[in-house]
C-alpha cells in the first residue's frame, strides 16, 4: 500500500511543529556512521529536518521525498544549498545510482515503508561498508500528560493506536531488516513545545482529522483545552526519547 498522499494538507504543521531529534544521535550518525566525504540519502525526507543536519556537517545529501506538499516547503527551506540533490521518488524506488550512498537514513519514515522493497533497494545503492540508520522520536507513556493526550487523541482521530505507533512498527521490523548486524540506542532528548507548537505537531500527524473538516476544529480545540488545563505558562516539556537503530544489510 502506497502512503505517498498521506501527509496531504500537512506539511506547513509538519514544517512549524515537528521537532528534529537528539543532537548526541545526530553526532553519532555524521561522524561515527558516515565516512569524511561520504553521501547521505535521507529517505523520507518530508520538510527537511535531517537533512538539515546533515547540509551543517557539509555531507552531499539526496533528500528522497514522494509527497507533494513536503517537497514543495522543502524546496523552499533550501533554495541555495549546493550539496543538496531532492529527489521526488520512493523509498523503494529512490532512482539513485547503484553503490552510489555511504549512509541511509530514515529519519520518522521507516513505518510508513515496504521494509523488504526497501532493503532490497538500500542494498542496490549502497556502497560497500555503508551503513542504514533508523531513528525516531519516542514519546514517555509514564508521563502523565502523554496519558491524557493519549486519551484525547484516541476520543478525536480515527485510526489512532499510540502517540509511539512508528516506534512500535520499527521495533516490530528491525530484527528482521538487519539480522545480526543490528545495534540501537536511546538518546534522552525532551522536547520542548509552546502551546502553538504544540498544536501545530499534533495536527501533522498522519492520525489528527483532516484540515477543514468539523473533526478538525474539534480536534484543535480540545488540544487547546489540553492545554490550559495541564500547561502553566507558554512551554510544555514532554519526556522523549530520540530511538536509533542501525547497521550493515
Known sequence: MSHKNTFDKRAQNYQSGRPGYAPEAVK?????????G??????????GIFTKECLAYGAETFAVEPNRDMLSVLRQNFLQAPQLHILEATAEHTTLPDHSIDLITCASSF?????????KECLRILRPGGYVAVFINARDYNDPFTQRQHALCM????????????LNKIRAAMPGFFGDELQC???DFPLHYTRQKFIDRS???????????EAYGQY???LEQLLEENCSGDLLIAPNVTAL?????
Open 28 to 36: 553519532f550518525l555524521l561522524e561515527e556512521l558516515l565516512p569524511a
Open 220 to 222: 484543535t480545540r480540545a
Open 245 to 249: 537503530y542501525w547497521g550493515r544489510l
Open 155 to 166: 476520543r478525536y482521530c480515527s485510526g489512532f493506536t499510540s502517540l509511539c505507533h512508528g
Open 38 to 47: 561520504g553521501t547521505v540519502a535521507d529517505i523520507g525526507a518530508g520538510t
Open 111 to 119: 513505518h510508513w515503508l515496504d521494509a523488504g522493497a526497501f532493503r
Open 185 to 187: 540506542r536511546n538518546f
Open 203 to 213: 495536527l501533522s500527524s498522519s492520525y489528527a482529522p483532516d484540515p477543514g473538516t
